[in-house]
C-alpha cells in the first residue's frame, strides 16, 4: 500500500475515531440534560402538588356571635375556586343531626324546619331508595348501618372510616373500630370518610378517581381550641373546580384542624347561613343556576 493511501487510511481512521468521541460527548450531554430536566420536573410538580398548602386570602366577616364565616373567590393551584368555611365556637352553640329515616330533603329544608344559625350537608345516601349509607345513629337510635352490601358505585368502605361522636365532654371525630361501631356505647355516630386528619396527623388516602379528581366536597373538622371547622368548596365548573381529596385534606390542616372528616360532596355540596346570600346557600358560585340536591341528613347549629 502507498504512502498515500496509508496517509488517507489513517486520516479517515482518524476522522472516525473524532467522529466517536463527537457522538458520545453529544449522547453524554444530552443523558446529563435529560437528568437535569427531570431533576427541574420533579420540583415542578412537588412543588404544584404543595401550593395548596398556601392559604387562600380569605374575605372574613362575623354573621354572628361566635361564628366566623371565610369565604374565597379567585384563582387557587391555577383552577377557579368557590370555597366557604365556618368556624363556629362550640362553648356558644350546640351542634346537632337533622334526619327523617328514608326521606331525602335539600339542605334548606332541613336547616329551616330545624331552626338552625348554619347547617351544612350531611353523610353519604342512597339516590333511589333514600336514607344514609353510612352508620348512623342518633340519641341512642340506630337509623342506618354501613351498606357494605351495594355496589361501588353507592358505597365504598372509606365513605365510613370515620365518624363525629358526641361523646361527655362534646363532639369529637374518631377512626371507626376494627368491629364497626355497632358493638359501640355512643349514643351519637355520624359515620362518613375518608377521615382526612387523625390527632394532628395527616391520613394515607385511597388512591383511585374518587380522591384523586376534584369534586365539590364538604368536610368537617376540629381545633384544638374546640372551634368547629366546616368547609364546603363548590365543583361547579367553570366557576369553581373543587378539590381532590388531599387538597381538602391541606386546607383542612391549614385552618388548624387537628382531626377531619370529609362528608358526602359532588353536587351534594351545601353550606347554608341564615345570615348569607338571599337564599342562605352561600356555596353556589353567583351566576351559577344550580338547584338544591336532596340529601339524607344535615348537620346544623344552634345557640345554646
Not at 420533579?42 to 362575623?62: E, K, N, R, Y
Not at 374565597?72 to 368555611?85: D, E, P, R, T
Not at 348501618?145 to 361527655?168: M, N
Amino acid at each position: 500500500m502507498s504512502p498515500d493511501i496509508l496517509s488517507q487510511v489513517s486520516l479517515l481512521s482518524s476522522f472516525n475515531h473524532l467522529r466517536c468521541m463527537i457522538h458520545e460527548g453529544y449522547c453524554l450531554t444530552m443523558k446529563w440534560l435529560l437528568k437535569k430536566l427531570m431533576v427541574l420536573l420533579a420540583v415542578i410538580l412537588f412543588l404544584s402538588s404543595t401550593m395548596v398548602g398556601q392559604s387562600p386570602a380569605w374575605q372574613q366577616s362575623q354573621p354572628y356571635e361566635g361564628i366566623e364565616w371565610l369565604h374565597f373567590q379567585g384563582k387557587l393551584n391555577q383552577v377557579n375556586q368557590w370555597i366557604n368555611v365556618l368556624l363556629i365556637d362550640t362553648n356558644l352553640y350546640r351542634l346537632r343531626v337533622a334526619h327523617d329515616g328514608k326521606r331525602l330533603k335539600p339542605l334548606s329544608c332541613w336547616a329551616d324546619s330545624a331552626g338552625a344559625i348554619a347547617a351544612i350537608n350531611g353523610n353519604f345516601f342512597h339516590t333511589l331508595e333514600g336514607g344514609s349509607v353510612c352508620f348512623t345513629r342518633i340519641d341512642g337510635k340506630t337509623t342506618d348501618t354501613s351498606r357494605t352490601d351495594l355496589p361501588a358505585r353507592w358505597f365504598l368502605p372509606e365513605l365510613d372510616d370515620g365518624a363525629l361522636v358526641a361523646r361527655i365532654g362534646g363532639w369529637t371525630i374518631l377512626p371507626t373500630p376494627e368491629k364497626g361501631w355497632g358493638p359501640t356505647a355512643f349514643r351519637t355516630v355520624f359515620a362518613a370518610g375518608p377521615l382526612l386528619i387523625s390527632n394532628g396527623k395527616l391520613v394515607s388516602l385511597p388512591d383511585y378517581s374518587f380522591s384523586n379528581k376534584r369534586y365539590g366536597r364538604s368536610a368537617v373538622g376540629f381545633r384544638p381550641d374546640g372551634v368547629m371547622v366546616w368547609v364546603a368548596v363548590s365543583g361547579k365548573e367553570p366557576a369553581s373546580s373543587g378539590f381532590s381529596l388531599s387538597e381538602l385534606q391541606q386546607v383542612m390542616l391549614n385552618l388548624g384542624c387537628s382531626d377531619a372528616l370529609n362528608l358526602d360532596g359532588g353536587s351534594s355540596t351545601s353550606l347554608w347561613l341564615r345570615n348569607g346570600v338571599p337564599n342562605r346557600v352561600v356555596s353556589v358560585p353567583h351566576k351559577v343556576v344550580a338547584a338544591e340536591r336532596a340529601v339524607a341528613n344535615a348537620l346544623f347549629v344552634t345557640p345554646k
